[in-house]
């Protein structure tokens, strides 16, 4: 059965510093790897996926993740945190078959000071 | 962009009622699912629903509640007696395949008293 742990209930940085949010996850096969943003009160906003290819993606508002195979981790980054990017982050993974559900971490809180 | 609507944005019922939770995934989706977020905790899964069936469901999936898609467009999730720990935040959410992220609505705030 697939898995995802987000070892930080919260991850505190001063703006303009880079931030990391870390994801660990299990699954069997190829995985398919998702960050996904919770705002206060409102749904779950998509950021990125790995899905294949390079290991660095991209996704929205500035953040990256890199996928490293071995270490089976998916963590988010942002080279400059905004007070804007507090909020509650998910890791979430998926098996590569079809129907199979997205399971998601526990969430991280990030909380970006002024 | 494409939306997944779902309403009522916010229901309050007593315990022991029926309560159906509704959902519009995007039209060119094949694949649906429902989740569950207990006061701004972890996002727990469902249900997934694919070409008119069930594809695969929770523990917390049980006799109490199903899913339906009446009429091609609808995504619904019926609760039946409700219990206060059903109390919760539920979100919908739909896909295109499998490589597809999920979009999620906006989610219903389900209130047992």
Same mark, same amino acid.
């Given at each position: 059965?697939? &898995?995802?742990?987000?070892?930080?209930?919260?991850?505190?940085?001063?703006?303009?510093?880079?931030?990391?949010?870390?994801?660990?996850? &299990?699954? &069997?096969?190829?995985?398919?790897?998702?960050?996904?943003?919770?705002?206060?009160?409102?749904?779950?906003?998509?950021?990125? /996926?790995?899905?294949?290819?390079?290991?660095?993606?991209?996704?929205?508002?500035?953040?990256?993740?890199?996928?490293?195979?071995?270490?089976?981790?998916?963590?988010?980054?942002?080279?400059?945190?905004?007070?804007?990017?507090?909020?509650?982050?998910?890791?979430?993974? /998926?098996?590569?078959?079809?129907?199979?559900?997205?399971?998601?971490? /526990?969430?991280?809180?990030?909380?970006?000071?002024? | 962009?494409?939306?997944?609507?779902? *309403?009522?944005?916010?229901?309050?019922?007593?315990? !022991?009622?029926?309560?159906?939770?509704?959902?519009?995934?995007?039209?060119?989706? @094949?694949?649906?699912?429902?989740?569950?977020?207990?006061? !701004?905790?972890?996002?727990?899964?469902?249900?997934?629903?694919?070409?008119?069936?069930?594809?695969?469901?929770?523990?917390?999936?049980?006799?109490?509640?199903?899913?339906?898609?009446?009429?091609?467009?609808?995504?619904? @999730?019926?609760?039946?007696? *409700?219990? @206060?720990?059903?109390?919760?935040?539920?979100?919908?959410?739909?896909?295109?395949?499998?490589?597809? !992220?999920?979009?999620? !609505?906006?989610?219903?705030?389900?209130?047992?008293?």
């Amino acid at each position: 059965a697939q &898995s995802v742990a987000q070892p930080e209930d919260q991850v505190n940085v001063a703006e303009g510093n880079p931030l990391t949010v870390k994801c660990t996850y &299990s699954v &069997s096969g190829n995985p398919y790897l998702f960050w996904y943003v919770q705002y206060p009160n409102r749904g779950l906003q998509f950021l990125l /996926k790995y899905i294949t290819g390079d290991n660095l993606v991209k996704g929205s508002y500035g953040f990256e993740a890199e996928f490293n195979k071995s270490q089976t981790s998916f963590h988010l980054k942002k080279p400059s945190a905004l007070v804007s990017d507090s909020a509650l982050y998910f890791c979430a993974v /998926k098996a590569n078959q079809a129907g199979t559900a997205l399971i998601f971490g /526990k969430g991280t809180t990030l909380s970006v000071s002024s | 962009e494409p939306e997944v609507t779902q *309403t009522p944005s916010h229901q309050v019922t007593q315990m !022991g009622q029926e309560v159906i939770l509704r959902c519009v995934p995007i039209s060119n989706h @094949l694949y649906f699912y429902w989740y569950r977020q207990i006061l !701004g905790q972890k996002v727990e899964f469902l249900v997934s629903f694919y070409n008119n069936e069930i594809s695969e469901k929770s523990e917390i999936f049980d006799d109490q509640f199903s899913v339906e898609r009446p009429d091609g467009s609808n995504f619904t @999730l019926k609760i039946r007696s *409700t219990k @206060l720990e059903d109390s919760a935040m539920y979100f919908c959410a739909s896909s295109g395949g499998t490589i597809y !992220g999920y979009t999620f !609505g906006s989610g219903t705030r389900l209130t047992v008293v």
